[in-house]
């Protein structure tokens, strides 16, 4: 049974960079103005994040830590993204990230009383659609040249087309 009195985050103390970030998130990535890809790959990198040429990021993005961001060459995102990455989230080489895709690395063992917390990296390989409304969670690791169908929801694991 869940307490979540019990409940101790592993945050710590809030880095500056971190505080900067979510200022940075809000006012150029999570708005309704269009800002051009150079400029969003640009603070991108500077926040830490490994960009390749290309990058294609529509507005209202949501990006919880570049620092622990790769985006291969030729990455589109689209319109109401969310990468809440607290590990590694690697993304390759043309790669399409749909409309109100969740990407969630970070979870809570349900199992504890104390609900810890646990983050794992999440792996999309490349000539990859995840198409709109997927959900892809903590662990997960999608093999290259996959199209996820619509709303899909992707646990920890690999996962890998049908053969046929």
Known sequence: MIELSKYKSPSGSVRILAILWYFVNFFF?????????????????????????????????????????????????????????????HIGNHVCISQAVLILNGNHNFRKPTFDFFSLPIYIGSHTWVTTKCVILSGAKIGDGIMLPVCSVIKSGLYKPYEN
């Open 29 to 89: 990535f999570n708005s309704w103005v269009p800002f051009p890809n150079r400029f969003k790959t640009s603070l991108l990198r500077l926040f830490g994040a490994e960009v390749g040429k290309g990058l294609v990021i529509k507005p209202r993005v949501r990006i919880k830590a570049p620092w622990n961001l790769i985006l291969g060459n030729y990455v589109w995102i689209g319109e109401d993204v969310w990468i809440d990455n607290f590990a590694l989230v």
